[in-house]
């Protein structure tokens, strides 16, 4: 069973910074694409973005130009770089794996509150 594990949540003001991590728990092999995922109270779970195996990314137009995604393959990690941070940011933040085949794998989520 792979276990996601996040990382670099925490409280911030607007306009701040924060750098989300999220490792496996072992390689991972087939992996079509990792990303990011938050979920704010009382709303859905919506994407922020995206990496494929090929690099590339894609992300929500709510992000474009603030948030940047990357990748360490060696490592099995993906990271969110989190700049001008909003209030309207603030959600559990959560990575996501997917492998080709279909499968996917969830972390548990980590907290990020932007405040005004």
């Known amino acids: 069973q792979v276990q996601l594990v996040e990382s670099g949540g925490g409280l911030v003001q607007a306009g701040g910074a924060l750098r989300l991590s999220c490792t496996a728990s072992?390689?991972?092999?087939?992996?079509?694409?990792m990303g990011w995922y938050r979920q704010a109270p009382g709303k859905q779970r919506e994407l922020v973005a995206t990496?494929?195996?090929?690099?590339?990314?894609n992300y929500a137009d709510s992000v474009k130009g603030r948030f940047t995604i990357s990748r360490d393959s060696a490592k099995n990690t993906v990271y969110l770089q989190m700049n001008s941070l909003k209030p309207g940011d603030t959600a559990v933040y959560y990575c996501?794996?997917?492998?080709?085949?279909?499968?996917?794998?969830w972390g548990q989520g980590t907290q990020v509150t932007v405040s005004s």
């Open positions: 996501r794996v997917d492998q080709v085949g279909g499968a996917a794998y």
């Open positions: 990496i494929t195996s090929s690099g590339t990314t």
């Open positions: 072992r390689i991972i092999v087939g992996i079509r694409a």
